[in-house]
């Protein structure tokens, strides 16, 4: 049973199973497999916020309307949590999900610097989208972009784009305009996340698209991603002092895809390992 008061000395995990803009059930359950495995790993019991709506597909204005007081909650979840001994991890079934985690995190650090490692810059519009789907207008909704009624608004001076490779064409302009630095996977990437982040604390946005499609379970895969030791690369050279805490999100519950356990294992290594401090896989 998911612990919904404690706060142990342990990692705090955070399981969101409010709906914020989903149009299936899959991420409610891909988000409590991927808190299963933490909590076997780092012997903490995930704190379980929100409860699943009926799934729906509505415009994202809409979604975002009807999901204020499940994101409330969160909000008041991660609150107390961030700045304890270990980085907070928060377990979303979607990328929507930020819009509680990050204000609450600007809101403590100000000068916060938010890696977001995503095969998506996520920075589409109600007007611009071609899906509608919320998830792919989050950041730049923290950002102010549209009426998203965020507070405090993040700034893309403090955005890095770390595995993202799937753009539309108004995201592009977007991150031109804003100069949005984008971190590919190449030998002097963790060279260049620690030369972004400079003293700043930082905390980190995780879709799991970003992996390569062997590598991942998920809605919408997008090939030539990072391997899991690639991402585990981006994790480890961020400074444990430095890490507020950690979010992941778009995980999709596949028994029947072949090695999925696997799969979501080694994923769930990577995950704790700034964390555990373990700084390798064991799968």
Do not use: K
């Not at 809409?62 to 909000?75: F, G």
């Amino acid at each position: 049973m998911m612990n919904t008061e404690q706060i142990t000395a342990a990692p705090a995990i955070l399981l969101f199973q409010g709906r914020v803009g989903d149009r299936n059930d899959s991420g409610f359950e891909g988000a409590r497999d991927v808190a299963a495995g933490l909590a076997l790993r780092l012997g903490s019991t995930p704190t379980e916020v929100g409860r699943p709506a009926r799934p729906q597909t509505d415009a994202a204005l809409d979604a975002l309307s009807s999901a204020r007081r499940s994101l409330r909650d969160l909000s008041r979840s991660i609150r107390g949590r961030l700045g304890l001994r270990h980085p907070v991890i928060t377990v979303l079934p979607r990328c929507a999900g930020a819009f509680a985690t990050v204000p609450e995190v600007l809101s403590v650090h100000p000068s916060v610097r938010l890696l977001w490692i995503d095969a998506h810059a996520d920075c589409n519009s109600p007007q611009s989208s071609s899906t509608g789907y919320l998830g792919g207008m989050t950041l730049s909704g923290l950002a102010g972009l549209w009426p998203a009624d965020v507070e405090p608004v993040l700034d893309f001076s403090q955005v890095c784009l770390i595995g993202a490779r799937d753009f539309d064409s108004a995201e592009q302009t977007i991150l031109a305009a804003h100069d949005v630095p984008v971190i590919e996977a190449t030998s002097h990437m963790p060279a260049d996340i620690r030369h972004f982040i400079g003293d700043e604390m930082v905390y980190v946005h995780i879709d799991c698209d970003v992996l390569d499609i062997p590598y991942t379970s998920t809605e919408v895969p997008v090939p030539i991603g990072l391997t899991p030791q690639e991402l585990l690369a981006v994790l480890t050279a961020i400074p444990s002092s430095q890490l507020l805490g950690i979010e992941v999100a778009e995980w999709q519950s596949d028994p029947q895809l072949p090695h999925y356990r696997q799969i979501l294992d080694t994923y769930v290594d990577v995950l704790a390992s700034p964390v555990s401090g373990s700084g390798r896989l064991e799968h």
